[in-house]
């Protein structure tokens, strides 16, 4: 099981799109999520790949051939820089969240 | 409902002490997992608590423990700390059948 996050950093302008990566290996169908942690507060669930939905207007697909759950935002703006984690929660539910090193996006004015 | 809590907020200990932190997790839920989390690093698992057992453990020596009560509370002890333990630690709590986990606010451990 490993959630890997090839951008350590990565920088855009306000209004670019935005495309965080996230690989991860494991062998059967794990649940995939995008945790993010906005300047001194907590970290938060941003989106689970379950649910389809776009959360403040970031969007993520599955990709089960690729083994990939890349985070995605057409139009980014300055608030949507935080740190974004990529975590997987292996099948079975054994509640154990295994997390990316993390990306640190920033949104440049 | 309230949050998961995580006391203290800030801790400075000197290398070769030992530390307990503590962890409310959000009422009704019963799994309870602590995270280290360092710039470098980034978020590394520790070990997660399911009904007073340890369920899972991460790669970390045994100067790290931790244990859970009955009303899930639970505690996470450093002993002889060294300098490479100053970290954030995270708990984070799950309900039962729920993959989400909720987070606290950490606790700031400084070893100098």
């Known amino acids: 099981q490993r959630v890997t996050q090839p951008e350590k950093l990565l920088s855009v302008f306000k209004g670019a799109p935005v495309e965080l990566k996230c690989n991860y290996s494991?062998?059967?169908?794990?649940?995939l999520f995008w945790y993010v942690q906005y300047s001194r507060q907590r970290l938060q669930l941003l989106l689970r790949?379950?649910s389809r939905e776009s959360i403040k207007g970031f969007t993520a697909d599955l990709n089960k051939g690729e083994t990939s759950f890349h985070l995605k935002k057409p139009f980014a703006q300055e608030e949507d820089s935080a740190m974004y984690y990529c975590a997987l929660c292996p099948q079975g539910g054994s509640e154990k969240l295994v997390f990316g090193k993390g990306t640190k996006l920033t949104v440049n004015p | 409902k309230a949050g998961v809590t995580q006391t203290p907020r800030y801790l400075i200990k000197t290398r070769g002490q030992q530390v307990t932190l503590s962890c409310s997790p959000i009422s009704g839920h019963r799994s309870v997992s602590w995270y280290q989390q360092t710039p470098g690093q980034g978020l590394q698992f520790l070990f997660e608590?399911?009904?007073?057992?340890?369920?899972n453990k991460g790669n970390f020596p045994g100067r790290f423990s931790g244990r859970q009560f009955s009303n899930s509370r639970s505690e996470m002890n450093v002993s002889t700390l060294e300098l490479g333990d100053s970290a954030l630690y995270l708990c984070?709590?799950?309900?039962?059948?729920?993959?989400?986990?909720?987070f606290g606010q950490g606790t700031r451990l400084t070893v100098v």
């Open positions: 790949h379950i």
């Open positions: 494991y062998s059967g169908s794990p649940e």
């Open positions: 984070a709590s799950q309900g039962q059948g729920l993959t989400e986990a909720f």
């Open positions: 608590y399911f009904s007073e057992t340890q369920r």
